[in-house]
């Protein structure tokens, strides 16, 4: 009974590890930061909340500019900016679309971080480590060509450890094939 007590007091991450355990990749780290296998599962969530709010966004935005647009008083014979009035307005229905798609990603990000406010300075922090990680590791966009571009230059397609280990040997074997072109 008392070890059941003494376990109530701990944290709940503690909870039936002894007190010398051994910590583990796909364990928490002691100061609350969360393994490099669940920051890749996060960041795979915040970027679903991205692409979900662009659709909305996007419908807004074109409903927005069609209520707007479509209550304009429209004279066939006086051209807008010298266009067809008509081909002016739906033009800008088309851009408030456009625009809406735009604003999704950001009001994506913003709603995933309401939701998520406990990590969000962690999986910030894990952020920046990854993008310095990125940056030292990437080819140097100076060797890039039309027919021979970078693969994947800012590492956005990484979503786990070993996406992140072939985008590794991506870059290598990018590197050692330009070589020679380094040399010229």
Known sequence: MQKFKSALRQPLRNIGRAPHSTRFNSTTTSSGQPSWSEYFAQRKRRRYFQTAATIPT?????????????????????PVMGIDP?????????????????????????????????????IDALDREFFKHVARNRVDATLQSATNPIPD???????????????LRDQNKYRRKAAPLREE
């Open 86 to 122: 008509l081909l002016f307005y739906g033009g800008c229905v088309i851009l408030c679309g456009g625009a809406g798609w735009v604003v999704g990603p950001s009001l994506g990000g913003s709603i995933w971080r309401i939701f998520h406010r406990q990590s969000v300075a962690q």
């Open 153 to 167: 230059y800012y590492g956005e397609k990484v979503g786990s450890l070993a996406q992140y280990r072939q985008w």
């Open 58 to 78: 996007a419908a807004i935005g074109f409903l927005a500019g069609s209520a707007y647009f479509g209550s304009l008083q429209a004279d066939a014979t006086k």
